[in-house]
């Protein structure tokens, strides 16, 4: 399972900042965790686009233009929104 676990590194870093961001959110603080999982997918996509179909490993799901494709329009509009949140008044 460690083995494994290595070679699906991209995709654990991943998964593990948004976990990350999911914890922050669930402590009251929206804006900076929405950032965070923002962070995690534009990371996603210069793995995907830096590492072979097979070092990508689940990041891997299509072709690469298709999976760029669509990880550039999702970490655009995920940053986008978290910035658009007004932050929260005191």
């Known amino acids: 399972m460690v083995s494994r ?3 699906e590194w991209p995709i654990t870093v991943v998964l593990s900042l948004v976990v ?3 914890g922050v959110v669930a402590s009251h603080h929206f804006r900076r965790g929405a950032i965070v999982i923002a ?3 534009t990371l996603a996509v ?3 686009l830096m590492l072979s ?3 990508a490993g689940l ?4 072709t690469k233009r298709v999976d760029l494709l ?4 999702l970490a655009v509009a995920t940053t ?3 910035l658009w949140v007004p932050p929260p008044s005191n």
């Open 46 to 48: 210069f793995l995907r």
């Open 5 to 7: 676990l290595r070679q």
């Open 70 to 73: 669509v990880l550039i329009v």
């Open 59 to 62: 990041l891997a799901v299509r």
């Open 39 to 41: 962070f995690a997918i």
């Open 20 to 22: 990350l961001g999911l």
């Open 53 to 55: 179909n097979q070092d």
């Open 80 to 82: 986008v929104l978290s």
